[in-house]
């Protein structure tokens, strides 16, 4: 089956022992040793031992959620798995999805999220900025509800919220300064938001706020070589494919400080003749969203030997 497309995962799917179900598999072996080799550290040994809060921090969450999911990918391949049709990933996962794409290496793809990873941390010191999901309302009543939370402060404020990832059509996160997330949480609940759930992360990624770092990480773009993709790679930030790798660079640079435009990847796969959504790596957050993105597509979840063999027998 050739209309299937593999999607890769963002921050928040990590979890200490993630890879554990694939024991010693050759390749998983050699994607860590890859990836350590790249970031000077055993990144196996902080995968597997942890601490939770250790994997927590940006810097390393970034880095292991690409291990984790090249790994499911090289797995898939090496266990005689197809190749899909399409690929594309959640924010983070776009880099994991031009690894799998041949467009960049495991070892330039590792340090270079770890350098955004970094440089997002630093943009914002922790605990001014702030991210929450906002469960039960219309997308487009979110982005109002953040427009009018934003205008309750002085124009000087530098308070700042934004709707950044928009997942599915009723969960929408929005990013920017505490305060004003604070606030724009305390409207949107009385628009009728089901929730409004504070999220545990460092800084807050995709709004405006990020737009130091992605100065930062546009020059380390530039330095890195990339090859064309072999497979092609919806982009987030664009809803596009493309196909030059001065647009690749730029697309990932706008994706630092821009929204995630999640619903309409998914929608744009289909689209492309695509009826199954694959997830590849730790977790299933993204086939939840997809499911309810579109319930006419099927969507899996390789996380461990079980969930591949499942997915081979689906797309016999």
């Known amino acids: 089956m050739s209309h299937f497309a593999f999607v890769f995962p963002g921050q928040g799917s990590q979890s200490v022992g993630m890879l554990d179900a694939w024991g010693d598999h050759p390749v998983l072996l050699e994607t860590l040793k890859e990836a ?10 902080l995968i597997h031992q942890g601490p939770k809060e250790a994997l927590a921090l940006t810097t390393n969450t970034q880095p292991v959620m690409l291990v984790g999911a090249v790994a499911a990918w090289r797995i898939w391949l090496a266990e005689g798995g197809a190749l899909p049709a399409a690929v594309a990933g959640h924010s983070l996962g776009e880099y994991s999805a031009l ?5 960049l290496t495991l070892a330039q793809a590792a340090p270079l999220v770890r350098f955004r990873a970094q440089a997002m941390q630093d943009a914002v010191p922790v605990g001014v900025g702030a991210m929450a999901a906002i469960l039960g309302l219309d997308p487009e009543a979110v982005k109002l509800g953040c427009a009018e939370a934003q205008a309750l402060f002085a124009a000087d404020s530098g308070e700042v919220v934004e709707a950044v990832n928009f997942n599915d059509a009723a969960q929408t996160v929005i990013a920017g300064s505490k ?16 929730r409004a759930l504070p999220l545990p992360v460092s800084a807050p990624f995709h709004s405006s706020l990020m737009k130091p770092a992605a100065e930062r990480l546009q020059q380390k773009l530039a330095e890195t070589a990339f090859a064309l993709p072999q497979i092609p790679v919806l982009n987030n930030i664009d809803v596009e494919v493309e196909t030059e790798v001065d647009r690749i660079r730029d697309a990932l640079y706008r994706q630092a400080f821009g929204p995630v435009r999640w619903v309409e990847s998914v929608r744009a796969l289909k689209a492309r003749g695509i009826s199954h959504i694959i997830e590849c790596g730790p977790g299933k957050a993204l086939t939840g969203m997809v499911k309810r993105i579109d319930a006419e597509l099927v969507a899996a979840a390789i996380n461990d030997p079980a969930s591949l063999a ?3 027998a689906l797309l016999a």
């Open 36 to 45: 350590s080799d790249a970031l000077g550290e055993d990144i196996g040994r």
């Open 99 to 103: 690894v799998a794409a041949g467009s």
């Open 179 to 194: 305060a004003a997330v604070d606030k724009a949480c305390e409207v949107l609940k009385a628009k009728g938001a089901k």
């Open 310 to 312: 499942e997915v081979k």
